[in-house]
């Protein structure tokens, strides 16, 4: 069984930085693309980032293009969000999530991602 466990949320001012972590297991992590999307309070859960299996490919909304990085170590099964620059804008609770597939680069859509994390909070 799939299970994504985010990490690293908490308290940050605007113009600071923040690491999010998501712990994978339940299968080969290396195989399969992971992105992070995030909801706001009254908004709906739109994208941030994508990675591929291997680390090479990433893809960012132009909200977050240039303050965050995505990235993962497949040795530790766990995929990283970098945030820097932080805006009050940027409130939100964050989700990791993968695709049901392997080999298949996901995009922006919610409906290409099959699993999901319990979320991990940022706030101003």
């Known amino acids: 069984q799939v299970q994504l466990v985010e990490s690293g949320g908490g308290l940050v001012q605007a113009g600071g930085s923040l690491r999010l972590s998501c712990a994978a297991s339940?299968?080969?992590?290396?195989?399969?693309?992971m992105g992070w999307f995030r909801q706001a309070p009254g908004k709906e859960r739109e994208f941030v980032a994508r990675?591929?299996?291997?680390?090479?490919?990433?893809y960012y909304a132009d909200s977050v293009k240039g303050r965050f990085t995505i990235s993962r170590d497949n040795d530790k099964n766990t995929v990283y969000l970098q945030m820097n620059s932080l805006k009050p804008e940027d409130t939100a609770v964050y989700y990791c999530t993968a695709p049901n597939y392997p080999w298949i680069m996901t995009g922006p859509r919610q409906d290409e991602y099959s699993y999901w994390g319990q979320g991990t909070q940022v706030r101003f």
């Open positions: 339940g299968r080969t992590f290396s195989h399969y693309a």
């Open positions: 990675i591929n299996w291997s680390g090479v490919l990433t």
